[in-house]
C-alpha cells in the first residue's frame, strides 16, 4: 500500500516536470535572423535581421507585430507572435493589406521616414 503511494507520487512529480519542461519549450523565442521567404519565388527572398532592429535600431515590437481588437493594436511584448502570412493573405480584405504589400508598407514606410534603411534598391532587401 504505502509503496504504491510512493510509486504514484513518484509518477504525478515526473509528469508534472515533464508538462513544465514542454510549456518552456512551446514558448515562441524571437528569431535573431531569419528569412522571409519568397512569397511566390517571383523575386528573391529578404534576410531580416531581427536581433539587429530590436536591439541596435531599437524598434518597438509592437511596430511590426500586431493584434487589432476594436481597431486598436492590442499586442504586447511576449504574447504569441503568428506569421504575416496566417493574416495577410493574397489578396487584400478591408483594410488588411494583401501580404507583399504588407511587407512593404512596414518595411519600406518606417526605412524611408528613417532616411535610413532599403528603401529604393528593391536589391538591397531582395537578394537570399
Ligand atoms: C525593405 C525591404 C524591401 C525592399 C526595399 C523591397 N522589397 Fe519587395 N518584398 C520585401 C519582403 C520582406 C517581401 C516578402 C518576401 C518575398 O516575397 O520575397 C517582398 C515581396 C515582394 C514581391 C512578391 C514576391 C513574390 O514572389 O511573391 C515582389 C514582386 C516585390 N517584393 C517587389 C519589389 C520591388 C520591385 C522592389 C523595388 C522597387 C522591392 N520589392 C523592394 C521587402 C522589400
Ligand atoms: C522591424 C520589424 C520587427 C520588430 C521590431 C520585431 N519583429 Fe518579430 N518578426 C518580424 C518578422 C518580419 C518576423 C517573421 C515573420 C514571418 O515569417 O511571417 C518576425 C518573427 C518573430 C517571431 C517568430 C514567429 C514565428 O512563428 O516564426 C517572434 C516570436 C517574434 N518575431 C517576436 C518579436 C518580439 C518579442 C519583438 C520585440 C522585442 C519583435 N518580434 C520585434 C518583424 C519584427
Ligand atoms: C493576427 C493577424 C495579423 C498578423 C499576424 C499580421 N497582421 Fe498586419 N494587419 C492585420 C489586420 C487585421 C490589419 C488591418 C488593421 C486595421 O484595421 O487598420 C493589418 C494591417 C497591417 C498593415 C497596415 C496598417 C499599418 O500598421 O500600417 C501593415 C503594414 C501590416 N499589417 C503588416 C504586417 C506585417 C509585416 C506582419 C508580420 C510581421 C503582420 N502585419 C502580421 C492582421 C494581422
Ligand atoms: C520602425 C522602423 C523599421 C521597420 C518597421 C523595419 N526596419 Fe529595417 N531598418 C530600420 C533602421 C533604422 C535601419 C537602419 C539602421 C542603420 O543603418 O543605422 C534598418 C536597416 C535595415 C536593413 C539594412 C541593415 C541590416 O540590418 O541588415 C535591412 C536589410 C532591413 N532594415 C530590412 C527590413 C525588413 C525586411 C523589414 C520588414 C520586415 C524592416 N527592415 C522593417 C528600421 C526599421
Request: with cysteine; glycine share 6%.
Amino acid at each position: 500500500m504505502k509503496k504504491s503511494v510512493i510509486a504514484f507520487l513518484t509518477i504525478m512529480v515526473f509528469v508534472a516536470g515533464m508538462l513544465m519542461f514542454n510549456m518552456a519549450m512551446a514558448q515562441q523565442t524571437q528569431p535573431d535572423k531569419t528569412n522571409i521567404n519568397s512569397i511566390q519565388k517571383t523575386k528573391p527572398g529578404v534576410p531580416f535581421d531581427h536581433k539587429k532592429h530590436t536591439t541596435d535600431y531599437k524598434v518597438k515590437c509592437d511596430k511590426c507585430h500586431h493584434v487589432y481588437k476594436d481597431g486598436k493594436n492590442v499586442y504586447k511584448e511576449g504574447d504569441p507572435v503568428q506569421k504575416c502570412g496566417a493574416c495577410h493573405t493574397d489578396k487584400m480584405e478591408g483594410k488588411k493589406l494583401k501580404l507583399q504589400n504588407a511587407y512593404h508598407k512596414n518595411c519600406k514606410d518606417c526605412h524611408k521616414e528613417a532616411n535610413k534603411g532599403p528603401f529604393q534598391k528593391c536589391e538591397d532587401c531582395h537578394k537570399q
